[in-house]
């Protein structure tokens, strides 16, 4: 076998790959102007350059597409999530009200990047979950009350004062401003918005 052998399969497959990604991109476009509904998988061929029949080689619908976007967000942020605070529990115990605060801020960090880089995502989560089959959609709400769960544990280590069931309504609270306000600030720059994401963020968690 010679090295070109070797390398025209994996060659093949990244190229496959590469046309997956760029299917999704053109869905997450397409989805977020016109809703999931307005959207026919011919759209998706022509946004990314092939025929219709040319996309079922990589996906089996545009369900299948949507699929693919929503669990995919969901499990990345709760994977980046979790790799936070790990992260934290990892170093040397310090005073806990302080470590969560620390850790809290990354988390704000992490969630603001997402929402400043996604807000296709954003619109696509809030506007056509319900079109999702059923499994899909009870592994996005599982994995959102998860990544919930984490960011509420870690808020009512920084506040003992507060019960876990507010704590919760602060995260809530949090995530919707954070979420929607990309949108709403579209005329402002980037940098400006997301300082004041983070201070606001920061604030209605009462943390320095």
């Known amino acids: 076998m010679t ?7 994996t060659s093949r497959a990244e190229a ?19 809703g999931f509904h307005g959207v026919r998988l011919d759209d998706l061929g022509k946004g990314a350059g092939i025929s219709a029949p040319a996309v079922y080689r990589h996906f089996s619908s545009k369900e299948a597409v949507l ?8 499990k990345y942020l709760k994977s980046g999530g979790d790799e936070i605070v790990a992260a934290t529990e990892e170093q040397p115990a310090a005073a806990v009200e302080a470590e969560a605060a620390g850790t809290l801020h990354r988390l704000i960090d992490f969630h603001v990047d997402f929402a400043m880089s996604e807000p296709e995502l954003i619109r696509i989560q809030d506007r056509d979950l319900a079109a999702l089959p059923e ?19 870690v808020v009512a280590a920084a506040h003992p004062e507060w019960t876990l069931e507010a704590a919760t309504v602060r995260v809530h609270a949090v995530f919707g401003m ?8 579209r005329r ?3 940098e400006v918005v997301g300082v004041e994401l983070r ?7 009462a943390i320095g």
């Open 3 to 9: 090295t070109e052998d070797v390398a025209r399969p």
């Open 16 to 34: 496959k790959a590469a046309r997956r990604e760029q299917l999704l991109n053109v869905a997450k476009a397409l989805y977020a102007r016109h």
């Open 67 to 74: 699929e693919e976007l929503l669990v995919g967000i969901s």
């Open 135 to 153: 499994a899909s959609r009870r592994t996005v709400r599982r994995l959102q009350r998860a990544y919930v769960s984490r960011w509420a544990e």
């Open 188 to 190: 402002s720059s980037a």
């Open 178 to 185: 954070m979420n929607s306000t990309p949108y709403q600030a």
């Open 199 to 205: 201070a606001a963020a920061a604030a209605a968690l």
